[in-house]
């Protein structure tokens, strides 16, 4: 059983060490290593991380093993409990669960799936965007919208639950289509079977539209994008744990029995996909006004959801914020 691990760099020498000889083979790096050599590859850091090494690994069919600090949500297992999963895949005792993912189709050229969702939003915020919906060639209806997004069962407790989506199940063989804040109260969310394909044409706005993967990759979406199943992204699992409700039960109770405005979902749902952030950093990925953020920020630091801490950033210290242990403590 050969494995090979993707770390982030700032912890590839920790892992090593903690690791050793013979384990695994760690890089911080998979250009030029023969990934089709190994048995079961792992992506060590935070959740941004993990979809960015997702998204270069986009066509290779092996067993994935996330590995995450305590900060993120989409961890097969915590970096603590590394040793004894690794046991555990030498062993045999693991599960592989099949994730669905999206990719979206932009004049013929595919861009990486995605494992959370595809958003299209024009780049310049407090601007709509015009488009036409088909499904399956059929029309659906038009629409005047700060964007739309078509999510997967995973992405469903992610930017699309903030945006009004229902949760999905993670079992369940459906996309979601979410339009953001329509002007059409009559224009709600729609489950469709995932052998559908989505086409958004005819787009139309005063900005750049741009088409989102999974909050990172960015494209120009020009006049139509077309939105299908892509290959299933198959991860390792351990104790019959899943990707499914359950593994966000306790985020979605928190959030759910919380009264949030928009702007503190939108910044809880940034640092989930980018780890620690500066104020000036949430200001740059975000667009909101520095009141709106400085606001936001002091209400979920008093109800628990995120914290302040100070670190150092090439010898010099900065404030940064990020999600606090109440949404990211769960286990295997």
């Known amino acids: 059983m050969r494995l090979l691990i993707i770390s982030m760099p700032s912890i590839a020498d920790s892992l090593k060490r903690e690791l050793g000889s013979g384990v695994a083979d760690v890089v911080t790096d998979v250009g030029g290593v023969k990934v089709q050599d190994y048995d079961v590859i792992g992506i060590a850091g935070t959740d941004k991380f993990i979809i960015t090494s997702l998204h270069k690994l986009n066509d ?31 062993g045999g005792d693991y599960e592989v669960e099949e994730i669905t993912r999206l990719m979206a189709v932009i004049k013929g050229k595919s861009l990486p799936h995605a494992i959370n969702e595809v958003a299209i939003f024009p780049s310049k915020s407090a601007t709509t965007l ?16 700060d964007g739309i997004i078509v999510s997967t069962p995973t992405g469903s407790t992610a930017y699309a639950m903030s945006a009004g989506g229902p949760l999905i199940h993670a079992k369940a063989r459906v996309f979601e289509v979410v339009p953001v804040n329509s002007t059409n109260l009559a224009r709600v969310p729609i489950v ?44 390792v699992r351990f104790n019959g744990a899943s990707s499914t409700i359950g593994r966000y039960e306790r985020k979605i109770n928190l959030i759910a029995n919380m009264d949030l405005p928009p702007s503190a979902k939108f910044i809880m749902k940034v640092l989930e ?19 709106t953020i400085r606001y936001a920020l002091n209400l979920l630091m008093r109800k628990g959801l995120v914290t302040k801490q100070t670190i150092l950033r090439g010898n010099k210290p900065v404030i940064v914020y990020s999600l606090s242990g109440k949404l990211t403590s769960h286990g295997t």
């Open 130 to 145: 015009e488009y036409n919906l088909y499904i399956d060639d059929e029309y659906i209806w038009h629409d005047v919208a």
């Open 273 to 291: 996909y980018e780890g620690q952030l500066t104020q000036r950093e949430i200001s740059e990925k975000t667009m909101l006004p520095g009141r």
């Open 192 to 235: 469709i079977p995932d052998e559908c394909t989505v086409v958004i044409k005819d787009l139309v706005s005063r900005s750049r539209v741009e088409v989102i993967i999974d909050g990172s990759v960015r494209a120009y979406a020009g006049d139509e994008v077309r939105i299908m199943r892509g290959n299933a992204l198959r991860l």
């Open 60 to 90: 290779v069919d092996k067993p994935i093993l996330t590995i995450g600090l305590g900060t993120g949500f989409l961890n097969s297992v915590d970096l603590p409990n590394l040793r004894g999963a690794i046991d555990a895949i030498k």
